[in-house]
């Protein structure tokens, strides 16, 4: 993920190729805090959703980080 810069520019598109099988979370920036973040499970591989859980949240964050890993888990 270090192509990516750590804050986008509006309207702006980013690309990154994904090369090694896992899950990876991604947040907004500005609204993370809000729960705006996003999974993206790469070769349906769940090997190192633990530290994808570890990950220091907001609360709310949290709560739509475990919505999203049970629907990972789900499609696995």
């Known amino acids: ?10 309207n702006v598109r980013y690309a990154i190729t994904f090369d090694l099988p896992g899950v990876y979370l991604y947040q907004c920036t500005p609204h993370g805090n809000m729960g705006m973040l996003g999974l993206i499970v790469v070769g349906n591989n769940l090997d190192n959703l633990g530290n994808i859980e570890a990950v220091e949240l907001s609360r709310v964050a949290k709560s739509v980080l475990q919505r999203l890993i049970r629907v990972a888990k789900s499609n696995k």
């Open 1 to 10: 993920m270090e192509a990516l810069p750590e804050n986008s520019d509006l």
